[in-house]
């Protein structure tokens, strides 16, 4: 043999050395056992330590198959990593979801439809909330099962307040009570704010003002989803107070979407946040905060920021595996202990009900009665439309202009009104 | 002559070599199973996409669900769109800044560097360091000490007795901190490029200039500056392409924002694939880019060739 063709051979299996684990690895994901139902999450800290535990408490009493969770990267890529999957065949049994995704998942064909299964007797679907309910449906279908719901109320530094000689806010307040305890609460040459509000024209930015929007009495599209109605008297109320507390008072501490309002929350630089519980474990121990609901206008609504759990089609063998897990996962008993382990509230009315609510959670995390609470404040959702998005990102334009004074509040109103209904009309 | 060729030379005359015997010989298979591995991973990653994504600019496609042919309604749309219009003027005044700010102070700085002193080292690392710094932390950094309530700059702007300024949260000024930021970033690389060059022309000809009585000023803009011309050259391709593609810093910092001010097309891009799932409008917007990035180098290409100063 020739050297030549000893160095061809060699060459052949450095040529396989190399390309033999790409092969591997994009054969490795199919090759799943069918015993086994794949949840993906998107949590890393204390959530993802819960849902494993619980994970494995099911696998130790279920001898029928097992559940494997799976960290699938954050959360907010949850939507474009399972579209991925689709895509490619390899889809996960269980995917976390956010809600304001469930009308794109509408347009999945592999997303199953669990109208039906939430309406057997054992589900008890009637026990879950109002408002996370609401946000597992779209196009008239259940597509998912609550997986988390949070809200927006008002969290406010004690200390600042004393200072101010300003009391406390009370549920009662009203938007007027609001804009002055802000006013009162800046201090200008301090750096000081009374408010903060995220500027990123992101959904940050809108889901904020759609609470503002709804304690006004107004809405963002019609009933039937068909045309924007936020263009209103109310809507006007809701911009002109975000133009006169940002361009007259200028009490509120602009964030440009890098989250520093939470240091600067800390640093006591600002006295009032409109945010939810996942903030609530971030505020330094030095720092005396209260939560209360939010002021009100016609009335104190909030919003919700429900998660869910969709099932993907794998056959009906692997669906019926996944439903049964979610359901006992979504037990009562077995919720509570997930609220337990990590802050996060219950999403149905009967853990408000058993002794280790008020004996354990309740002690754990004071501030998230008012949460709790206040879950009875959400009466409206996110319209469920796949223009969503757009008109979400349309409104965060205007909201912007109007903090920035760049916009009156009846132009931006106007503006956004016209786009919307072009993204609504072009059908996105 | 190798042995290989030798071997092969006798083998060939002989006439008796198998088709395989000849093919395994051959350079050209040993050529392409060397490049192999590249060839099969840049074809993957690389051309495959290329090619996919042509074929998703005609169609409507939400990524998911296979696409719907709809032939040239995209690029239809893009040229109507007033968003993507506004997004490439806002592209073009953002290159129109970066390049020449960061060629003319990369020059001052590599021709500040070209020279004996002690620590030089250390000046020439600190120089490159934030070519090698995550355009993450970059953007971090600078949207802490642009910060227009907290933020270092203000401070000490008050300190003189100046307004605080909005930075990245006031629309007008927005576009101009990204240039100052992605400026700061590329800056090192365009240094160490022009340093090579300049280390690359003989002293000769600066000691001759000096003989013949140019002040060191003439001699830069006479000698070196004319011999610098390929490098220069090179960097005006190499950063406009990039400064098309500008993405990162406008992603961590001001997300398109206040008020859409630094929506540049890649960004534009972004959303429509990432945001509104419209993968189609987004190859095609893809698409345009390319087309774009293509003309422009092939113009700077023939402008150079005829201004551009070769070394026989």
Redo the contacts between chains.
């Keep these: 043999m ?4 000893i ?2 051979w060699a ?2 299996a ?2 396989v050395v ?2 033999a684990p ?1 092969a591997v690895a994009g054969c490795g994901g199919s090759s799943k056992s069918s015993s086994t139902i794949s949840f993906w999450q998107g949590y890393t800290d204390i959530e993802r330590t819960a849902i494993e535990q619980s994970v494995a408490d099911f696998n130790a009493t279920n001898p029928g198959f097992k559940v494997q969770a799976v960290f699938a990267g954050n959360n907010d890529y949850a939507l ?1 990593k399972l ?2 999957a ?2 490619a065949g390899k889809a996960p049994d269980i995917s976390y979801q956010y809600g304001s995704s469930m009308a ?1 998942l509408a ?3 592999q997303v199953v439809d669990l109208s039906a299964k939430v309406k057997e007797p054992g589900f008890d679907w009637n026990d879950f909330f109002p408002a996370v309910r609401l946000a597992t449906m779209a196009n008239g279908k259940v597509l998912g099962v609550p997986a988390l719901v949070d809200n927006l109320a008002l969290v406010y530094n004690k200390k600042l307040f004393d200072q101010a000689g300003v009391p406390y806010p009370t549920a009662q307040w009203t938007w007027d009570d609001f804009r002055a305890a802000a006013k009162k609460l800046t201090n200008t040459s301090a ?1 000081q ?1 009374g408010w903060a509000y995220i ?4 959904e940050d930015t809108v889901w904020r003002f759609l609470a503002l929007l709804w304690q006004a009495g107004g809405d963002l599209l019609t009933p039937d989803n068909t045309k924007a109605a936020f263009n209103s008297p109310a809507g006007l109320k809701a911009m002109t107070l975000l133009y006169d507390m940002a361009n007259q008072d200028h009490s509120i ?2 964030d ?3 989250d ?1 309002y939470l240091n ?1 929350f800390n640093s006591g ?1 600002i006295a009032m946040l409109w945010t939810g519980p996942w903030d609530i474990s971030s505020i330094n121990s030095g720092v005396k905060y209260g939560v209360q609901i939010l002021p009100g206008d016609v009335s104190h609504a909030t919003i919700a920021g429900p998660d869910n759990y969709a099932i993907i089609a794998n056959g009906s063998q692997r669906v019926d595996d996944a439903w049964k897990f979610l359901s006992w996962y979504l037990s009562p008993e077995e919720h509570l202990k997930f609220a337990i382990a990590t802050g996060d509230l219950p999403i149905r009315e009967s853990e408000t009900k058993l002794p280790d609510y008020t004996n354990v959670f309740l002690k754990k995390y004071p501030a998230d009665a008012v949460f709790v609470a206040n879950l009875n404040n959400v009466t409206k959702a996110r319209p469920n439309i796949a223009a969503y ?2 008109i979400s ?1 349309d409104l965060g ?1 205007a909201v ?2 109007v903090l ?1 004074g ?1 916009l009156t509040p009846q132009q931006a109103l106007q503006q956004a009104e016209q786009q919307a209904n072009a993204d609504i009309a072009a059908g ?1 | 002559m190798t042995s290989a060729e030798n071997e092969r030379g006798g083998r060939g005359g002989l006439g008796r070599a198998s088709f395989w015997d000849r093919l395994f010989a051959s350079d050209h298979v040993a050529g392409w199973l060397f490049v192999s591995p590249a060839v099969v991973l840049i074809g993957l990653f690389g051309a495959a996409p290329i090619v996919w994504s042509l074929i998703i600019s005609f169609q409507r496609n939400s990524l998911d669900t296979s696409g719907v042919w709809i032939g040239l309604a995209n690029y239809r749309h893009l040229m109507h769109d007033p968003a993507f219009a506004a997004s490439v003027r806002r592209t073009i005044v953002y290159t129109v800044l970066f390049v020449p700010i960061t060629l003319f102070s990369a020059m001052a700085v590599a021709v500040a560097l070209n020279r004996r002193l002690h620590g030089m080292r250390f000046y020439r690392t600190a120089v490159f360091a934030p070519v090698v710094t995550s355009t993450v932390a970059t953007a971090i950094m600078f949207s802490w000490l642009l910060d227009p309530y907290f933020g270092i700059i203000n401070l000490f702007l008050n300190k003189l007795g100046g307004p605080s300024q909005g930075f990245f949260q006031d629309p007008s000024q927005a576009l101009y901190c990204i240039v100052l930021v992605t400026v700061w970033g590329w800056l090192g690389f365009a240094v160490v490029i022009y340093l090579a060059a300049l280390q690359g022309i003989p002293r000769e000809l600066l000691e001759a200039a000096e003989i013949d009585g140019a002040t060191r000023w003439r001699a830069f803009w006479r000698v070196q500056f004319p011999l610098l011309g390929p490098t220069t050259l090179f960097l005006v391709v190499w950063l406009s392409i990039n400064a098309l593609q500008e993405f990162d810093e406008i992603y961590v910092i001001t997300h398109g924002g206040p008020l859409a001010s630094t929506t540049v097309v890649v960004y534009y891009l972004f959303q429509q694939a990432f945001a509104f799932f419209d993968a189609g409008y987004a190859t095609a917007i893809a698409y345009v880019v390319f087309l774009g990035i293509l003309a422009l180098t092939v113009v700077q290409l023939l402008l150079g060739r005829k201004l551009v100063h070769y070394r026989s």
């Design positions: 020739s050297r030549l063709r160095s061809f060459m052949i450095f040529v190399l390309v790409l474009t579209r991925t689709l895509a794109l347009k999945l064909p750096k704010f500027n990123d024209g992101s501490y602009l440009s979407g890098n520093n600067v630089k998005p757009k990102a334009q912007q202009a920035l760049k996105m």
